[in-house]
């Protein structure tokens, strides 16, 4: 069953259709055409679009495909009971051919992919709508924001950096090796915890000289690290440049393929002289030539978005 929605939220949402004009330095990588697209969504109150960037779009057939193809091993060793990491590491060992590998995941994959799917088909479009849609609607209702004046600022991967003792802490993984892209642009935020852990990049392990090249510390605000790359170097790291720190850091890889780590996507839009974001959560890409919805999604979202709201001044 829908929610019923508020007078003042349809007359602020079921509008015509504009377009949130998207900034010219906004590069066409894939992932930023699918934030833009679901950005859209929202601005034109359309559910079925939403609907159609999210993994309960997929048939049975696609799923399983999907499945098969993806690169990501918190997926992987989920559906193997946490055997995935140890296959891996195994085959690196004795010396397995990353064939050998993959038929061993298919043949795996493929006992188990309908049990997942099943679950995925419990979930409603109407829970859909209400868990994941509407609270978005209703986050910008609350601050008032026309969406016809509103305009794209920024799409950014982000991370949330913490620390412990020896080791910096990215998305709740502990000094993870990072896969980044060219031609997408990288948004870091630090916790109290790793203020007095410095943290910089590097094209060499311990550095020490930072690499610089599109990096940007905003000065206001959470101070976060931006970074944006339309080439990228042949080697980057991140690390702590203080000794009594040193091996807090790892190697970030630049990959179109050879991993698919979920993305949290942060899209930010202008209402005025205010920015406001969203964050899309476990977004993941499809197998190449698979496609979803009259948008052609190229990746699709696997947690529910979340309003963060304003953001800062333009």
């Known amino acids: 069953m829908k929610l019923p929605c508020s007078l003042g939220l349809i007359l602020l949402l079921a509008t015509s259709q504009v377009s949130l004009a998207a900034p010219q330095r906004l590069p066409a990588h894939s992932l930023n055409v699918f934030a833009y697209n679901v950005l859209e ?13 999210t993994v309960f779009a997929l048939d049975g057939e696609s799923f399983k495909a999907f499945l098969l193809k993806v690169k990501n091993n918190e997926i992987r060793d989920h559906l193997t009971n946490e055997n995935w990491s140890n296959w891996e590491k195994e085959a690196k060992e004795q010396n397995k051919s990353l064939l050998e590998l993959e038929e061993q995941w298919e043949k795996e994959c493929l006992k188990q992919w309908r049990k997942i799917y099943n ?63 060219s031609g997408l642009s990288y948004r870091l935020r630090f916790d109290q915890k790793s203020h007095d852990r410095s943290f910089r990049l590097s094209t060499q392990r311990e550095g020490p000289v930072p690499y610089l090249r599109g990096v940007t510390r905003e000065e206001s605000g959470h101070q976060d690290l931006v970074v944006s790359f339309n080439t990228s170097p042949l080697e980057l790291y991140y690390f702590c440049p203080r000794k009594e720190y040193k091996g807090m850091g790892n190697h970030i890889h630049f990959s179109s393929g050879g991993k698919h780590p979920k993305r949290n996507v942060m899209v930010t839009f202008a209402y005025g002289k205010k920015l406001f974001s969203i964050l899309l959560r476990d977004c993941l890409p499809l197998p190449p030539g698979m496609q979803v919805g009259a948008k052609k999604n190229r990746w699709l979202q696997f947690e529910r978005p979340v309003w963060i709201g304003p953001a800062a001044s333009e």
């Open 41 to 53: 969504s929202f601005r034109n109150n359309d559910f079925e679009n939403f609907y159609q960037s």
């Open 119 to 181: 679950h995925l088909q419990k979930v409603t479009p109407s829970s859909i709508r209400a868990e994941a849609f509407t609270p978005i609607l209703r986050g910008a209702e609350k601050e008032g924001i026309q969406w016809q004046t509103a305009r794209l600022h920024a799409i950014e991967v982000f991370h949330e950096v913490s620390a412990d003792e020896t080791q910096f802490i990215i998305d709740g993984a502990k000094k993870p090796a990072l896969y980044w892209e």
